[in-house]
């Protein structure tokens, strides 16, 4: 009888030990997954802007609240940047620049609210500003116009009278794109002429300044994607655009062209992505499909090769590959073994001839989709297609961002 009480006495030790323990690391570590079952992470934000209103709608899918900002024009291309805090309002036919403050701040291991929803006081004044990239809190704009680059660090985003600081580099007015590297530098396109598409890419310093020239000349570029090291773009392998497959630019300037797979044919991957968790580089063609790109191993090979794809995202942490084809079919790859995880019908068959098609974006728990022709964001939970919460928006939402942190952890929790 004593070793059995003995042994009841220790079990009770144990799992009260246990339970201290877990209580322990609960409060030490954020918290990662929401508490509400089926709700999304408290402080994600989607941004949407319309075609024809100029408005930007902001949901807050957990509290299920949305409020309307008044835009300069309609229709801006609009980005959430890397800080997860802003995002960026281009309107590249107006030469002109907005940041959208979400009034969220991550800090450690919680978000605090740093004010209400706003237009920050920063804006920037480049002739056709079109090309978007974010690095830790410095965001970085091509001007198509004049070939110049816009940059601005988030600490001067609420400065009154703040402008974007302008970097010329001495390239001539094209469609151009361009990557930041972790040393500072940046990668940006080049051509021969002035409005000709890019066939090289300069490494530059923060002043513009060249500090490696271009190593190889290859056909039109279009996407751009890096992870810090090194820079990838999309391209055809010559003037003759008879095939194509990604220039690899590194850090320290040296360069290499990866072809397409062999029978790929004349097509070049114009998007190029890279999934930060899963640190994967993605090429996209809409009438390709989706393709791994292996920078250390210069091998490109399929994820997905239908024709349908017309959309194709990284989720927001960066972990899985998520493509909507045109019969409203999702699709959810997992980065790290390419294997699907999910797939199924989530939004009626789409027209292919349509100008305005629905976009995707999605966090770890869902997929929001704005429906252009519904005047509504979808939000669907990635568990369960079936379920979905509706968000009226505006007439016709377009363009859509996500901006926020995946987490539940405020200031007080």
């Known amino acids: 009888m004593k070793t059995t009480n003995n042994f009841k006495a220790l079990a009770l030790f144990v799992l009260i030990a246990a339970s201290f323990s877990a209580c322990k690391k ?43 900002f008044n835009t300069k024009y309609p229709m801006p291309s609009i980005y959430g940047t ?13 030469n002109l620049v907005e940041v959208f403050d979400s009034g969220l701040l ?36 091509f001007n198509d116009g004049d070939g110049t680059l816009s940059v601005g660090n988030e600490a001067d985003f609420n400065v009154a009278n703040a402008k974007f600081k302008i970097i010329n580099a001495g390239l001539l007015a094209h469609h151009g794109a361009m990557a930041q590297f972790s040393n500072g530098n940046y990668a940006i396109t080049a051509t021969t002429a002035v409005g000709k598409s890019p066939t090289s890419v300069i490494i530059t310093d923060k002043n513009g300044t060249t500090v490696h020239s271009a190593k190889q000349e290859v056909g039109t570029i279009h996407g751009n994607a890096s992870d810090g090291q090194n820079a990838v773009f999309g391209a055809f392998s010559s003037a003759a655009a008879t095939s194509g497959g990604v220039l690899v630019v590194a850090a320290d300037g040296t360069q290499k062209f990866i072809s397409n797979p062999d029978g790929f044919g004349a097509f070049r991957l114009g998007t190029i992505l890279y999934a930060e968790k899963a640190k994967k580089f ?8 989706a393709y791994l790109v292996d920078v250390a191993n210069n091998k490109i090979t399929p994820i ?6 017309f959309q194709c995202k990284v989720d ?16 959810i790859y997992d980065l790290l073994t390419g294997a699907v995880k999910k797939e199924g019908a ?39 297609f079936s379920k979905v919460i509706k968000h ?8 859509l961002t996500l901006l926020g942190f995946e987490t539940s952890a405020g200031h007080n929790d």
């Open 106 to 141: 991550l800090h450690d291991d919680h978000v605090d609210v740093d004010g209400v929803a706003k237009w920050a006081l920063i804006t920037a004044n480049g002739i056709k500003p079109t090309h978007f990239k974010s690095k830790g809190r410095e965001n970085l704009i």
């Open 346 to 384: 989530i939004i009626a068959a789409v027209n292919a001839a349509d100008t305005y098609k629905p976009v995707l974006e999605a966090t770890a728990k869902y997929a929001y989709v704005a429906m252009p022709s519904l005047g509504e964001v979808h939000q669907i939970n990635l568990s369960d």
């Open 26 to 68: 609960d409060r030490s570590v954020p918290e990662v997954i929401d508490e509400e079952t089926g709700k999304e992470f408290k402080f994600v934000r989607v941004l949407v802007s319309d075609e024809t209103a100029s408005t930007l709608t902001q949901i807050d899918p957990f509290a299920a609240k949305i409020n309307t």
């Open 82 to 94: 890397a800080s997860g805090k802003y995002a960026t309002v281009l309107y590249g036919a107006q």
């Open 304 to 309: 997905y090769t239908g024709t349908d794809a």
């Open 316 to 331: 927001y942490a960066g972990n899985n590959l998520l493509i909507l084809t045109l019969d409203g079919k999702l699709k």
């Open 392 to 399: 009226k928006v505006s007439a016709k939402p377009v363009r």
């Open 282 to 289: 993605i090429g996209y063609a809409a009438n390709k499909g």
